[in-house]
Structures are given as C-alpha cells and as structure tokens.
C-alpha cells in the first residue's frame, strides 16, 4: 500500500504541474467533461469498491475543502463517505504514534503453564486456590486469577467434577495389587466343547494359562488356584485382589485357598464385563490372533497352541499401555547408527506354522 501510495502521489504531482499554464476556460471544459463521465459510470456500474490507498488519496485532497462544496461536486461516493475516510485516516495515525507498546499484563510463561496443568492432573481433588498455593510454596508468583484462567483455557473442570473416580481410573490406579482370572470356551475340529482357564496381571499385562479340560469342575479349579499362587509366589508378585465374575465353577472353597494366601476376591457384576475389561480384551485378543485361525485337533493340541500363544504374548507381543514393550521384555534400545536407519536386516522366526510372527533383529 505504502508504494502505491508513494506513486499515486508522484502521479497527482505531475497532473498538478501540468494543470498550471491551463487557462481557467481549458480546465473548465476538462472538468465538465470529468463529471460528464462520472455521470456515465455512474449509470453503468451500481457500487464501485475503493482500495485503501484510493481512500486515502481523496480524503487527503477534498479534506479541505467546506462540507457546502462537497455536496455540489459530482462523486462517484457520497461526501459524507469522504469525511469518514478522512476521520479514520486521523484515528489510525494517531493509533500508531500514541498506543502503548504492550497492553495488559505479559503473558504467563510456558513452563508455569505446564506446571499448572501437570498439578491439576495429579491432584483431582485441588482446587484452583489450591494449586495457586502449591505454586507459591515453590516459589512461583502467579496470581490466582491466571490460574484458574489457564485451567478453564484447556477445558479442564472444577475440582467437584474431576473428583468422580471411574472403574477405569481405579483400576489404574489399583494395578499393582490386581490379578483377573476368566474361563472361556473353545471348540475343536470335531465340535467337542474344551475350556480354558487364564489369569492377567493389571499391572505388566503377563498373562498365565493355567489349564484346559473339557469338563471343568470346582476341585479342577480349586487345583489350579494352587497351581497359581505357587506361580505368584515363585515370581514375587505382589497381588492383593483377584477379579472374577459370578460362575458357579468359583466356588466358597476357591475363594477361602485365595483368602488364605493373601488374596482378596472381588467379584463383577452382573452383565457388567467392563469390571473385568482386561481379561475380556486378552480373551478376544487370543480368539482374533490365535483360535479363530488355528484348526484344534483335541486338549493337547490345544494347550500346545496356547502355550505357545502365552510365549509369544509375554515375551514379543507390544503393549500400548506399556508404550509397545512387551509384560516381560522391555524396549530395546533404539537404533543410532545410520547404516542399520537405512539397511535393517530383520529376520522373522515363526511360531504355530506361521499362524505368529516374531521380528527381530540379525545378530
């Protein structure tokens, strides 16, 4: 705008000059015949549109000119449009040379920001206050207004509503002393009906598959809770309660062997999978990745299969809740050198026949 402007006004300079030896009959014929083209135009088109360096020059030139003169002369906008332009021109100049350099109060830095929002999310039960507090006890000067003004900035609630607790969040928060154990079914190549009794931990997603049979009986379950807190106890676990849900195969005297060990029993309720959402997610995750591909000869095979399901799901499979490591194999270290970045020979090792892939790298 600032080099048209420059230009139109060397262009205006040259037209004045030019209209200086005019006689005063040469340039009254040269303005009737503007206004006659004006009127012309004005027939032809409804509104024009103006640039701001077009504003700008016809307020500058008809400024001083009386408010009387202007309603005489012949415009393609109104002379009161062209007081306004003037009036704005005035307004942003003085805008620009009297506006404080910084208005308001500096913006909150964005390591506090952060820091309000990690307390925040740590401690459901604090308030803005609360954490204003918290903040000025570290040292931080903050005024509690910014506070709660950068809690209601990334739609975080009050403290009332943060403190609701769901199941997901317990168990979460529980995972270190939780196990879940289930009984699914499965079918064989004959039709024949085979169950399979599995446990989870919450806390590493290990998963242990304790047995198969084709008719499961309380004493088999209660033989297996033996087999399983024999296993807890050789690998140091650290659980205090086992879910479960309400079949009849769980009976009193598997509840008081768990009880005598240690282990409280939490039962879930009825049609309520999601308290046991863990246990049901690996069952489909076994059935999707393992069963619903694998043709089941008879027990055996079957619990050939899951064995070596349980190997592969413990030892290589990723975990999204463990940031993909696998329950008992953490991350590797990741990869530096560039001619391994652009050339990776990865071998792949096979299990069930192909039904698993395991990638890893050559040696």
């Known amino acids: 705008m600032l080099l048209r402007l420059a230009y139109l006004a060397a262009t205006n300079t040259c037209a004045l000059l030019r209209l200086l030896p005019m006689s005063d009959r040469d340039k009254d014929i040269e303005i009737l015949a503007l206004r006659h083209q004006l009127l012309v135009l004005q ?65 909150t830095v964005r390591s506090i920001r952060a820091l309000v929002l990690r307390l925040a999310r740590e401690n459901s039960s604090w308030r803005y206050r609360r954490i204003h507090g918290e903040l000025a006890a570290l040292g931080i000067k903050v005024a ?47 039709g024949a009906r085979l169950y399979v009794f599995a446990v989870i931990e919450h806390s590493s997603r290990r998963v242990r598959i304790l047995g198969t049979t084709a008719h499961p009986s309380a004493e088999w379950i209660v033989q297996l809770g033996r ?86 799901y413990n030892w290589h499979r990723p975990h999204r809740a463990l940031k993909q490591a696998a329950p008992l194999r953490p991350l590797p270290e990741p990869i530096n050198t560039p001619a391994q970045i652009r050339h990776p020979e990865v071998h792949r090792r096979d299990r069930l026949g192909g039904t698993l892939h395991e990638y890893q790298h050559a040696a």
Request: aromatic share 6%; proline share 5%; hydrophobic share 40%.
């Open 144 to 190: 509690a207004s910014t506070v709660w003004e950068i809690l209601r900035e990334h739609g975080i609630p009050p403290a009332p509503e943060r403190q609701s607790t769901t199941w997901a969040d317990f168990l979460r928060s529980q995972a270190d002393g939780l196990l879940a154990c289930d009984l699914f079914e499965t079918r064989t190549l004959t």
């Open 227 to 312: 087999n399983l807190l024999m296993d807890l106890q050789d690998a140091g676990s650290r659980a205090k309660f086992l879910i479960r849900d309400r079949d009849s195969k769980f009976t009193t005297a598997f509840d008081a062997l768990l009880a005598d060990a240690g282990l409280k029993v939490v039962t879930s309720g009825i049609q309520i999978p999601r308290m046991n959402s863990l246990m049901e997610r690996w069952i489909q995750t076994c059935r999707r990745e393992l069963l619903n591909r694998t043709l089941i000869w008879n027990q055996s095979h079957l619990l050939h299969a899951l064995r070596e399901f349980e190997s592969f």
């Open 43 to 107: 027939r032809q088109v409804g509104k024009p549109t103006f640039t701001d360096t077009d504003r700008v020059v016809l307020a500058g030139l008809l400024h001083h000119l009386p408010r009387e003169k202007l309603r005489h002369l012949l415009l393609l906008v109104r002379p009161d449009t062209i007081l306004r332009w003037h009036r704005n021109l005035l307004k942003r100049r003085h805008a620009a040379t009297c506006a404080p350099k910084h208005r308001g109060r500096p913006p």
